[in-house]
Structures are given as structure tokens and as C-alpha cells.
């Protein structure tokens, strides 16, 4: 025994992809070794993700771990490539050789599916299916007979053990009858082949992981496009002199230079210079944020129009892009693999056919009298046929596949069979509020003008002109502003600026020409026109040069203000005249989508980087009564998992970058169509519109296809539960029916067509 006085062992952690795992069990099976090898202090395995999480102690390295599981037929890879890249191309190859299989495999299958129905008594026909199967059965369809073996091993079962050993003892009982057909001949019994039942069997199952493998396939391409927003260079500045350097050279507190249009590399302050940033990924919001000296900016944000020069305070994987990209890897591996509802009855299903086939085999051996191994072998392998999983394998893929078409048909596109068994048991869903709930894009909803003579005012709401009195007089002195404001904010930097221009060049005002122009930075912009100085911006400009504002616009952009609308002064030298309201709509659908979702029995939240006022305005609006504002990117994971702790099934539905963490931490989620592509690369489910109706929608589908599922499990198992005793002989004392191992195939095959026809039936169904 150790002593306790012993050094300890410096350990290790560390997560590689795995070879091998086809099913839950073999996942199992990889954590149980390596909980076992000596060196190993703890290992979890992800078989979603086909990874594992390894933590040793010096006494083993990576390469002794692999020859530990290589020893049970597994393996990990050991590459200094990123782990997601790893896997990315691993999954990729297997869906390629899994591809590859099927085709094979139904090309050889077709004339022996057609002899075995047609030609049953053409004697050649029978060499030829022999001929055709060898190859469908022991080359393309190995890998059955390859894990079956492994989990026998281990002591297990699974359905690779019962696709083996149906298909096996079909084609040894075929190729038995073939070569030997005097033998039941003398016995008065006509030797039937089943090579088409054994042959088909294969294909249907490879068919089946054929899809779960090209799912699995597509995944992991949002890392990449996290990773693609770190730049790979970028210009330092030393001794006055400005040098180009690999992102990986840089220090912390080195001084750096951000040209117009560039990725920020790091997280820093700025030191000189002025700039709108847009920060997106990390706030959601739209709007670029004004950057000055002292201003704090962050990793993988974009430079739009001024020149920075920034002090790196943290770099690489210190830095907020790098803990979002890390963040998002947990999320995604730290999810159990979910155990198929298949795999839950198969688990029970198998030993339980294999142990009734071995009781018929020897109940006929004792009770059969002379005929007593012919009645047991036709009995047990009568059995096994018509328990063999066709059914069972068809049942989950053709309703994932008619329920992700009927998504398509309804613009919903989701990605995975996960997404659609989860979906109708969602409880809470978490919406983003910026470009989400609402559209995203900033507009002016208000224009309010100072009275300017006679007592009469000129107001525009939303795109709407009203005039109170004097309109002719009235139209043409609004006329008059509206051009110098049009040539005020065109020539602007600021982003609101760009909604002003759309709406007056929809309201058809040109622009004119002025004799000065100027940016006031924090302020606002102001220019000169026939000898008057104009001005547009906040509050503090019209203060700051001295400038009267009526009580009404003052009270009116208060009330703004409370709605959630940015308020943008517009003023000559001496008076304001007119106050902008701008405010990112809330879409049509939002109000009506939410308050279904609350019928039905979920709980909405809403999440925002956006301010406290502006988040209660529109909670308030749409009927939402749980809002938080103000949140970061990792604020918004840590709701979901703070909702998942208390027993929620959570729903994540959001558009950007900032949401990516978040999505990928839900259990279900939902990104919009027109975000980003990383939020939709993390998303199990896509909305190609942004229509928040389809939502109750999507999880509607879900429901559907579920107990589609669920029928289709029903239809392949009431042939068994029917047929299995049928086939063990029951009958035989009765009447003297003994099931013939040709109707059980035929059984078989009915059950097939039953799930299918079933899982058609959805595509008729209204979600």
C-alpha cells in the first residue's frame, strides 16, 4: 500500500476526441476504462460531442492512455490541432464512410430484395442472393458484427447485437438451405432463404445512422467563425515607429494602433483618438458605441470610421472574445448525450428477444418430438426475424425527417432530432430583445416642431405629415428646416444620423448646400446656411451655445424618452425647432407570439444589453413581466443554467454573437434568420424569417413529431408483441400452426411500412 507521505503527482487535464463510440453503451464503456487505469484521476465522456475529458497525473501521457482503450477496441487522437477542429474533421470522414456504406449496400441489396420477393423458387436465384449478401452483410455492414462482438465482451447488448445476430443467423440459416436443401426435404418441409430479410435489415439501420452522422457532421462550424473574429495580425506602435506583428506577439500594455475598419485584436483602453465601435457581439445592440480616451474597448469589435490608438490590458485568452469562445465550447460539451427513447426500449428489448429465441430453441428441443431441431431452429430464427429492429430502426429517423421537412415548408429550419423531442417540453424561453423582439434597425417613429408662429405648431408622427393651421405657409417653412437637417445629418458620423437621412429622403427632401459644416464630438454636428448657424445633437449642445427650449419639446422629449425613443434636438442660433424621436420597432408579431407562448403554459423572460428604461418600455409593450437589462454576453448563460438548476427546460432564442454563449447552453435553441451566422451555427433551430410567431410554431412540430415517434414505436412493436409468441410455437399445441420464418419476414416488413406510412401522415398535419 502507497503511503499517504507520498509526493503528489502534478495532474493534467485535458479533452480529446474519441475513435470507436457508435452508441450510448460504447461511450460507457470508454468512461469505465479510463476510471480504472491506473494514473487516471477522472474521465467524462461526451458521446454527443464523441470527446472526452481526461484528467492523469504524471505517470501516464496521452499516448498510454490511448493504447489503454486501444486494448478494447478505441482509440483518442492526439493532435495539436484544436479539439472542435479535431472532431469537425473526424465526423466529417465517419459520415463520408457511413455514406459510402448505404450506397453500397443498396446497390447489392436491390436485385436480392427483388429475387428473394419474386424469384423465391428460381434455384440459380439463390446463388446469387448468397453471392450478392456476402459482401452487404460482411463488408458493408462489419461494423455490426465488429461492436456487437465489443459490447459482448463487456457484457452488454445493444442494437448492433441484435441487427448481428438476426441478420447473421439469417444468412448461416439461408446459406445452410443452399447448400443443403436435401436435408429438409427428407423431412417434407420446403427450405426457404431469407437473405433479402437479412440484406434489407442492413441497409434500413446504415440508412438511419447515415442521417444521425450528417448531423452530427455540420456541427462545430460556429467555433471556427468565433475563432475568424480574432484577427491573425495586427500594428503596434514602438519608439514612434509602427511595426505589423502576429496576434500571438503581443504584450500586455503594449500601445496599439486600430485603422478604420479593422477588428479590434485585444482588450484595452483607449489612449488618442475618437471612433464609433461597433460592439454587436457583445451588447447586441446595433447602435456602434462612441469611443474617446479612457473608453474601454474589447476584443473582436469592429473600427468603423476613426483612427485608435488602444493599451492592451488583456490579451489571448484573457481577453472577452476568448472566454465567449471558451464558454461556448463547455456549453456545448458539457451537455449529457441524450438517450434516444429507441435506445431506452432497445436496452430492455434485446437481451429480452435474444433470451425468448433461446427458450423457444430449447422448449422445441425437449417438446418436439421427431421433428424436434427442424420445429427449434425454424421457431428461434422465426423469432429473431420477426423481432429483428427495422421498425424500431425506422421509427425515430422518417419522423425526424418528415417533421425537419414540415419545419422547412414553415420556415423553420432545424438541425438535429434533439431540438424536435425537446421542443414541445419547454417551459421557460429566454428572448433577446434587440433584433428579436424587435427589428433591429433604428428609425425615426416622432418629429415635433416648436411652435413657430401665429400660435400654430407642425407636428409628424411616424411617417405621417400633419399640419394644424397656415399649411401652405407652414409646409414650406418645414420644407425649409427639413432640408438644412437632411444636409446636416448626411454629412454626419453618428449612426442615428443615418435613420434621420432615410426618413426625409422618403419624405422626398433634397438637401442643400451649406457654407460650413462641423462635428462637435459627444455633441453633435452643426453647419452654416445663408449666415445662420443650425444645430443637431443632444441637449448639452443646445445648452452649452445658449440655446432656448420651449417647455413643450422639453416635457415631449421627457415623454419620448419614457417610451424608449432617443431624442435628437434639431435648433438655429437662438431657439429649438424641431425634436426627433428614433426608436427601434418592435415587430407586428412579437405581442401576439409572446402571448401564446404564455397560454401555453411557458414562462417568457427577456434579456438585454440594452438600458433599464428602454428594456421596460418594451417588456411593458409586448406583456412581458420578466426582464433583466444591461446584461453581458455571460450574464445571459448564467440565466439560462440558473433556470436549468431549477428544473426549467429552457428555450434561448437570439440574433447575435452575444447571444452565441447562451444559445449554446439552452437546451433548446432558436436563432433568427437574418442574425448572425455564428448564432445560427449554435442554434439547434432557425427561423429564415423573423417572425416570432413561428416559435409556438416550432414547438407545436415538436409535439407532433414526438408522438409520431411514439406511434411509429407502437407500430413496430405490436408485431411482436403479437408476432413473437406467434412465431415461439404457441399456437402449434392448439391447432398445429407453427409461423414460418418467411411470414415472419413478411410480418417484418409490414411493420416497416406501417412506420413509414405513419410518419407520412405528419406531413398532412397543420402546426
Request: net charge negative; hydrophobic share 45%; aromatic share 8%.
Amino acid at each position: 500500500m502507497e503511503s499517504n507521505t507520498t509526493t503528489p503527482q502534478k495532474t493534467h487535464k485535458q479533452t480529446f476526441p474519441v475513435t470507436g463510440m457508435t452508441c450510448a453503451a460504447c461511450a460507457s464503456s470508454v468512461e469505465t476504462i479510463l476510471q480504472y487505469t491506473d494514473g487516471v484521476h477522472a474521465a467524462s465522456v461526451n458521446f454527443a460531442t464523441n470527446t472526452v475529458q481526461v484528467e492523469w497525473d504524471d505517470r501516464l501521457t496521452p499516448e498510454s492512455i490511448n493504447l489503454a482503450l486501444q486494448d478494447v477496441g478505441y482509440g483518442i487522437i492526439i493532435s495539436e490541432k484544436a479539439v472542435s477542429e479535431t472532431v469537425q474533421e473526424e465526423q466529417a470522414k465517419k459520415y463520408q464512410e457511413v455514406k459510402a456504406r448505404t450506397i453500397g449496400a443498396g446497390l447489392l441489396t436491390l436485385p436480392v430484395f427483388v429475387l428473394g420477393m419474386f424469384f423465391m423458387d428460381w434455384e440459380a436465384g439463390r446463388w446469387i442472393s448468397m453471392a450478392l449478401s456476402i459482401p452487404v452483410l460482411f463488408y458493408f455492414g462489419r461494423h455490426f458484427y465488429v461492436n456487437a462482438w465489443k459490447q459482448a465482451r463487456h457484457r452488454k447488448a445493444n442494437m448492433d447485437t441484435l441487427v448481428a445476430l438476426s441478420t447473421g443467423i439469417a444468412f448461416l440459416f439461408s446459406a445452410f438451405n443452399t447448400f443443403f436443401p436435401e436435408f429438409w426435404h427428407a423431412q417434407g418441409i420446403h427450405p426457404h432463404v431469407y437473405y433479402e430479410a437479412a440484406t434489407v435489415i442492413v441497409v434500413f439501420i446504415s440508412f438511419g445512422k447515415m442521417l444521425e452522422e450528417r448531423a452530427k457532421s455540420q456541427t462545430g462550424t460556429a467555433l471556427k467563425k468565433l475563432i475568424g473574429l480574432q484577427p491573425k495580425t495586427l500594428t503596434r506602435i514602438q519608439n514612434g515607429q509602427t511595426h505589423e506583428i502576429k496576434i500571438e506577439e503581443v504584450q500586455l500594455g503594449d500601445r496599439i494602433l486600430i485603422k478604420p475598419g479593422e477588428k479590434i485584436p485585444v482588450d484595452g483602453i483607449v489612449e488618442a483618438g475618437s471612433s464609433y465601435i461597433d460592439e454587436s457581439m457583445i451588447s447586441g445592440e446595433p447602435v456602434p458605441v462612441e469611443k474617446k480616451a479612457g473608453d474601454k474597448v474589447f476584443a473582436g469589435t469592429i473600427n468603423q470610421k476613426g483612427s485608435l490608438e488602444i493599451l492592451a490590458e488583456k490579451v489571448g485568452a484573457a481577453t472577452l472574445l476568448s472566454q465567449i469562445i471558451q464558454r461556448v465550447q463547455e456549453a456545448q460539451g458539457s451537455k449529457a448525450p441524450v438517450q434516444k427513447l429507441v435506445d431506452k426500449i432497445a436496452g430492455i428489448f434485446v437481451p429480452v428477444v435474444i433470451g425468448i429465441a433461446l427458450v423457444t430453441f430449447s422448449v422445441w428441443m425437449l417438446l418436439g418430438g421427431e421433428n424436434a431441431f427442424s420445429h427449434a431452429l425454424l421457431a428461434a430464427v422465426s423469432v429473431l426475424v420477426i423481432a429483428c429492429p427495422c421498425a424500431l430502426g425506422l421509427a425515430t429517423p422518417t419522423a425526424i425527417m418528415v417533421g425537419v421537412g414540415k419545419g422547412a415548408e414553415n420556415q423553420i429550419l432545424i438541425r438535429d432530432a434533439e431540438s424536435l423531442e425537446l421542443g414541445h417540453r419547454v417551459n421557460a424561453i429566454i428572448l433577446d430583445k434587440t433584433g428579436t423582439i424587435t427589428a433591429g434597425k433604428p428609425t425615426v417613429v416622432s418629429l415635433k416642431w416648436a411652435v413657430i408662429s401665429d400660435q400654430s405648431q407642425l407636428t409628424v408622427n411616424g411617417n405621417q405629415l400633419v399640419v394644424s393651421s397656415n399649411e401652405a405657409y407652414h409646409s414650406h417653412l418645414a420644407t425649409h428646416y427639413l432640408q438644412i437637417l437632411h444636409t446636416l445629418e448626411s454629412k454626419s458620423e453618428h449612426p442615428l444620423a443615418e435613420a434621420v437621412v432615410k426618413f426625409l429622403k422618403e419624405k422626398g427632401v433634397q438637401p442643400v448646400e451649406l457654407e460650413s459644416f462641423e462635428s462637435v464630438t459627444a455633441r453633435g454636428v452643426k453647419g452654416r446656411f445663408e449666415g445662420k448657424t443650425y444645430f443637431v445633437g443632444n441637449s448639452k449642445q443646445l445648452s452649452e451655445n445658449g440655446i432656448s427650449i420651449p417647455s413643450e419639446l422639453k416635457s415631449e422629449a421627457k415623454a419620448w424618452s419614457e417610451k424608449a425613443q432617443t431624442v435628437i434636438w434639431f435648433a438655429d442660433e437662438e431657439n429649438a425647432l424641431a425634436i426627433l424621436g428614433i426608436q427601434d420597432q418592435i415587430k407586428p408579431s412579437s405581442k401576439s407570439a409572446i402571448a401564446k407562448l404564455q397560454n401555453s403554459g411557458v414562462e417568457v423572460y427577456m434579456l438585454t444589453g440594452d438600458n433599464p428604461q428602454t428594456a421596460k418600455a418594451v417588456a411593458e409593450e409586448v406583456g412581458i413581466d420578466h426582464f433583466k437589462a444591461e446584461v453581458m454576453p455571460s450574464d445571459k448563460s448564467d440565466f439560462v443554467k440558473s433556470l436549468q438548476e431549477k428544473g426549467k427546460v429552457v428555450a434561448m432564442v437570439g440574433d447575435g454573437i452575444n447571444d452565441s454563449e447562451a444559445l449554446a447552453q439552452a437546451d433548446v435553441s432558436i436563432a433568427m434568420g437574418h442574425g448572425s451566422d455564428i448564432a445560427m451555427d449554435v442554434a439547434k433551430i432557425t427561423l429564415i424569417t423573423s417572425d416570432l410567431e413561428k416559435i409556438p410554431q416550432a414547438f407545436r412540430l415538436s409535439h407532433l413529431t414526438v408522438n409520431g415517434v411514439k406511434q411509429n414505436l407502437f407500430w413496430a412493436f405490436i408485431y411482436n408483441v403479437i408476432g413473437i409468441p406467434i412465431a415461439a410455437g404457441v399456437l402449434y399445441p392448439i391447432n398445429g400452426f407453427l409461423l414460418d420464418p418467411m411470414i415472419a419476414g413478411a410480418a417484418m416488413a409490414f411493420s416497416s411500412v406501417s412506420v413509414v406510412m405513419n410518419s407520412l401522415r405528419l406531413k398532412n398535419l397543420k402546426i
